[in-house]
């Protein structure tokens, strides 16, 4: 029989850290992507995944090594991978003569595959091509999707989401006019989808709001989609899921109009306004006549009922038969 494996602890800081790095939390770290080249890669499709990795930086790895892989064969070296250096997303670039110029872009959850959607890859232009100042590095970009395609399109939906995840960075709660310097446009038609990289320009206008004018800085290219491996429905929910921590609770009778005003609304129970107590007042006080005539009625309507009970009272006291009468002395 053998050796049961027992889980080892961490006994160091940095392991107890590097774990709980590792570890689920309600607001995940920002996701990283893998870059991974396969057994043949051209040098279009090679420089189209390094222009991708330059906009990722600092939250993607690349791997200049060449590997034995075919994704939608076998796809468990890419989750080991995945889980090795903790990226969800992945990119691999591939050349053959069937599908040239191929590049599969692809995200896990839970570190098992949920989609993943291979393109191809036409008239690329790289960074380097255009001759303009370029956007610094980490400067999260402001994504714009065009056509009727990402609307009624199911994979083309999904690819929508897949490169909002791949270009998201961290989540801003505030945005400053200045801080917007990058702008990635893809257009969508029935074939191909168009990838444009511009740099944003504020030029001075006259007024306070600044005349934008776009600059394009790269890369460039055309996609047409291929071969498609997608998460069902019931897994795409769950992998979509809010933990509860997340999830802001509705308080009742708190309304926000649509500028942003906050109402609320009190239920209060009928009042008896006969009991209500007000503020006393010397004008309102009776005068000592007033006093003395309320106590003379009083005794008026008291004088009558004190009357019959005394009545009564010496009718049930008395006894039947004659009186008798009292011997003098």
Same mark, same amino acid.
């Given at each position: 029989m053998g050796a049961i494996q027992r889980i080892r602890q961490p006994t160091t800081g940095k392991g107890k850290r590097f774990l709980k790095s590792r570890a689920p939390k309600?607001?995940?770290?920002?996701?990283?992507?893998?870059?991974?080249?396969?057994?043949?890669?051209?040098?279009?499709?090679?420089e189209c995944m390094k222009d991708f990795c330059r906009l990722k #930086? @600092?939250?993607?790895? =690349?791997?200049?090594?060449?590997?034995?892989?075919?994704?939608?064969?076998?796809v468990s070296k890419l989750e080991f991978f995945s889980k090795k250096y903790d990226s969800s997303l992945f990119m691999f670039a591939s050349h053959n003569k069937k599908r040239p110029n191929n590049l599969i872009i692809g995200r896990t959850y839970d570190h098992q595959l949920l989609d993943m959607i291979e393109l191809g890859v036409n008239n690329f232009k790289n960074i380097e091509t255009f001759k303009t100042e370029k956007v610094s590095y980490?400067? #999260? @970009?402001?994504?714009? =999707?065009?056509g009727d395609e990402f609307e009624y399109n199911f994979e083309y939906q999904r690819l929508k989401s897949l490169l909002i995840d791949l270009f998201q960075y961290e989540?801003?709660?505030?945005?400053?006019?200045?801080?917007?310097?990058?702008?990635?446009?893809?257009?969508?038609?029935?074939?191909t989808?168009?990838?444009?990289?511009?740099?944003?320009?504020?030029?001075?206008?006259?007024?306070?709001?600044?005349?934008?004018?776009?600059?394009?800085?790269?890369p460039s290219l055309d996609f047409n989609m291929r071969r498609t491996k997608l998460a069902s429905e019931d897994l795409y929910k769950l992998a979509c899921k809010k933990p509860k921590e997340l999830k802001v609770k509705k308080v009742k009778n708190i309304d926000t109009n649509p500028l942003g005003t906050t109402h609320g609304r009190i239920h209060i129970?009928?009042?008896?306004?006969?009991?209500?107590?007000?503020?006393?007042?010397?004008g309102l006080r009776k005068t000592p006549a007033e006093k003395r005539?309320?106590?003379k009625d009083k005794a008026e309507k008291r004088t009558p009922k004190l009357g019959a009970k005394r009545a009564a009272a010496a009718k049930n006291t008395s006894r039947p038969g004659k009186k008798r009468k009292m011997n003098k002395k």
């Open positions: 309600a607001v995940e770290n920002t996701k990283r992507t893998l870059f991974l080249r396969g057994p043949k890669s051209s040098q279009t499709v090679v #930086k @600092p939250h993607g790895t =690349f791997l200049n090594r060449k590997t034995d892989w075919r994704p939608f064969e076998d980490g400067t #999260k @970009p402001c994504l714009l =999707f065009c989540v801003m709660e505030f945005v400053r006019l200045q801080g917007i310097q990058h702008v990635i446009m893809f257009t969508a038609t029935k074939d989808i168009y990838m444009r990289s511009y740099r944003i320009l504020f030029k001075k206008s006259g007024s306070r709001t600044p005349r934008v004018e776009l600059e394009e800085i790269g129970p009928k009042q008896n306004i006969n009991k209500l107590q007000t503020r006393k007042m010397k005539a309320k106590r």
